[in-house]
Nanobody, 124 residues
């Protein structure tokens, strides 16, 4: 089993920055890809970013490309999401996710483990 705990959500003005963290525990040696998803009120959960086991390969949703950066520190079992130039459309609960499968995907259903989410709010 893998446990994920997100942190770092806050209220930020438009144009500001936040750094989200996701700490993994349990059978962390089994984790392959990790990703970030978000869900706004009344909306479906959507893909934000993913990162490979090595941290070399990353992929972003078009809506955040160029503004957000995903990274990971395997020694600390932690993945990060650096969010810059936040926009009024970015507010949501942000979820960290992990999969033990050696696949590259943006599909939420293929991620086996999820954190509890952390709230990001942007004031315009």
């Amino acid at each position: 089993q893998v446990q994920l705990v997100e942190s770092g959500g806050a209220l930020v003005q438009a144009g500001g920055s936040l750094r989200l963290s996701c700490a993994a525990s349990g059978r962390t040696f089994s984790i392959a890809d990790m990703g970030w998803f978000r869900q706004a009120p009344g909306k479906e959960r959507e893909f934000v970013a993913r990162i490979s086991r090595s941290g070399v390969i990353t992929y972003y949703a078009d809506s955040v490309k160029g503004r957000f950066t995903i990274s990971r520190n395997n020694a600390e079992n932690t993945v990060y999401l650096q969010m810059n130039s936040l926009k009024p459309e970015d507010p949501a609960v942000y979820y960290c996710a992990a999969t033990t499968r050696m696949i590259r995907t943006t599909t939420a259903d293929l991620y086996e483990y999820w954190g509890q989410g952390t709230q990001v709010t942007v004031s315009s």
